[in-house]
């Protein structure tokens, strides 16, 4: 698979392609990549590239209303909330979003739950007083916490939890409660991936390069009545309502990523939606975990009903193994199956666009490497 002599150029059109288990920027449907490889010289006649479009003008501004159209459907937004495209990736919102939603009071409420957390929660600490609401470390990360765990704050501006731990592996599988004070969600890396009621967050927010399309676009969705009063020395382009008013585009939004973003929504509408692709992803992590939990060779170590469907972390039962598991899994087309340094062992992101043959592959060697080495 992956020692074809050629370079990626002569290759036939999606044949020979890794399955790339990266958490990220990860796997996009070749379906997608196809149609941008069969409009990238000249876009439906227009004598141009996307990528040399103004972004003014009535081209790349038809693309762009229609990505959001596309996106709006899949997640039914409803009319009370602004769909915004921006950039500086997931974590340009971590400070977007104080300086956004504290609207003059000085707390907000962050649960943590694992590395991303925490990074969202060291940037809030800039603009304001945090009070962990709910915190998984004392278990290294391994579950979300329950709801009747938390300890909110009266005065908080809102609550702010990562839906989805990449690294860790642990996703929130119900809807937190928090009453009239605004929920806000990074889901970056499990955004689309199913349904979801849009209608209970104040603000969500995804980079791009897991479940969306390519770095460089971060996707934020925000109840309009919260947004317009900003901390003093906020830049305009990080203000959430000038964006809104000038439909994402008060400078050169990343025309590209943009448009592959919509390529990206076609694929999952012609796929039945959110509710289709729902059932795929939930028959890939069956896959993986049913196995994984069939034997004690590998161990993911994730209470059972927090388990995230995107991203599922596991360790061999002897580290000593790992370089060779890694290196064969390699030579087979199984790419990027390294954990994040900060949890070691190997982790299998399996987001929409992963095939089911994808995990089928992973398994089957899987299963083969631990008869080789029990
Ligand atoms: C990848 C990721 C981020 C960081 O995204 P950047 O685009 O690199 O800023 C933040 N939060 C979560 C949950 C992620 O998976």
Redesign the pocket.
């Known amino acids: 698979m992956a020692t074809g002599t050629g370079t990626a150029m002569d290759r036939p059109s999606g044949a020979q392609r890794i399955y790339n288990f990266g958490?990220?920027p990860a796997t996009m449907p070749v379906e997608v990549l196809e149609r941008a490889q069969a409009e990238l010289v000249n876009w439906h006649q227009a004598g141009l590239s996307v990528m040399e479009m103004s972004h003014r003008g009535t081209e790349f501004v038809a693309i762009a209303a229609q990505a959001e159209a596309k996106l709006r459907k899949l997640l039914a937004v409803p009319a009370t909330h602004e769909v915004l495209f921006l950039q500086?990736?997931?974590?340009?919102q971590f400070a977007g979003v104080p300086m956004n939603l504290l609207r003059g009071k000085k707390k907000a409420d962050y649960v943590n739950t694992g590395e991303?957390s925490k990074?969202a929660i060291s940037e809030a600490k800039k603009f304001c007083e945090v009070n962990v609401a709910a915190s998984s470390e004392d278990r290294n990360f391994t579950y979300a916490p329950k709801q009747s765990t938390w300890k909110l704050s009266k005065d908080a501006a809102y609550v702010h939890y990562?839906s989805?731990?990449?690294i860790g592996g642990v996703e929130f599988h119900w809807t937190p409660e928090t009453g009239d004070v605004p929920l806000v969600a990074?889901m970056?890396?499990h955004i689309l991936s199913k349904p979801l009621d849009v209608s209970k967050y104040g603000l969500i927010y995804a980079?791009a390069?897991?479940n969306i399309g390519p770095?460089g676009l971060?996707l934020v969705i925000a109840r309009a009545d919260l947004l317009g009063e900003v901390v003093a020395g906020t830049p305009n382009v990080m203000n959430y309502k000038l964006q809104s008013d000038a439909d994402s585009m008060l400078n050169t939004p990343p025309t590209f990523s943009v448009y592959l973003a919509g390529l990206t929504f076609d694929w999952l509408l012609a796929r039945g939606g959110l509710e289709g692709i729902a059932k795929v992803n939930a028959h890939k992590a069956a896959l993986l975990y049913d196995y994984l939990d069939g034997q004690d060779f590998y161990s993911n170590p994730v209470d059972r009903e927090d388990r995230s469907l995107m991203n599922v972390p596991f360790r061999l039962r002897d580290d000593k193994h790992d370089a060779k598991f890694l290196e064969l899994a390699e030579a087979r087309g199984l790419s990027q199956l390294k954990g994040h340094r900060s949890v070691g062992g190997m982790r299998a992101s399996i987001y929409n666009a992963m095939p089911v043959e994808g995990v089928e592959a992973l398994v089957a060697f899987m299963q083969e490497f631990a008869r080789a080495h029990a």
């Open positions: 958490a990220g500086g990736g997931a974590t340009l991303w990074k990562c989805n731990e990449t990074d970056s890396s980079g390069q897991k770095a971060v």
